[in-house]
């Protein structure tokens, strides 16, 4: 099985769609900021385009998209994640959007306290699955996927809070567009593939063939 994570499409998605006319994949997920603060028509256009592949899509909004979004995604072919989970074969999947708060005071940021309630909430209902993925906007606090220009991190406390206690499998993840990078969490790889306008995009394999030995791996690529 190969899944296709996009993060930080900000309005621009040319790169994604020729990508998939070449590279068929069997399940795409979008972690945040379809849209450079809206319009939120433009993010159902988007959104049915990527779904036009025939290939399930999952969605979370970011922080830079507009609070209302949540219903252009359910309005959308895409099926949205945030603060819910769905189950694909033995993969459970859950998300959660938004970020943590930031200096900028963009549209849909939350309490570090709401981030953990609820992640903790969607992410229990899939912890029984052979394979568990987070799916957030915001990275956890203290890795390679969080970290400024300047070295100061500025990830979520709550998603570190919540993989490790529950160690997915995967956590997929963005909002900092500068720290596209992999990290580990105990059992838990974190991914940050970076802006989708930079051409960098997140493909995971998943090789089910043994089923005592089920080897995922992800790997950042350009496109």
């Given at each position: ?15 994604i ?7 068929p ?9 379809i849209t450079?603060f ?18 399930p899509v ?52 939350f309490?570090?306290?709401?981030i ?43 998603i ?64």
């Open positions: 099985m190969k899944i296709l994570a996009v993060s930080d499409i900000h309005g621009k998605h040319t790169k769609i020729a990508y998939l006319n070449k590279n994949v069997d399940l795409i997920i979008l972690t945040g900021d450079n809206g319009p939120c028509e433009l993010a159902e256009e988007i959104l049915n385009e990527i779904s036009s592949f025939d290939t999952l969605a979370i909004p970011g922080n830079c998209d507009p609070v209302d979004l949540y219903g252009n995604i359910e309005n959308s072919r895409a099926i949205n994640i945030h603060g819910t989970s769905v189950t694909i074969k033995n993969i459970g999947i859950c998300g959660f959007g938004g970020s943590n708060p930031t200096p900028f005071n963009t549209p849909l940021e309490d570090e306290i709401e953990y309630n609820e992640a903790k909430k969607v992410m229990d209902s899939i912890k029984d699955n052979e394979i568990t993925l987070f799916v957030t906007h915001a990275p956890p606090i203290g890795t390679k996927t969080d970290i400024l220009p300047s070295g100061d991190h500025v990830g979520s406390e709550s570190r809070r919540v993989i490790e206690e529950y160690q997915p499998s995967l956590n997929l993840c963005g909002h900092i567009h500068e720290s596209m990078a992999m990290d580990e969490i105990g059992k838990t790889t974190v991914v940050n593939p970076g802006m989708l306008k930079d051409g960098h995009v997140c493909l995971i394999t998943i090789d089910d063939s043994d089923e005592e030995n089920i080897k995922i791996t992800p790997e950042i690529i350009e496109i």
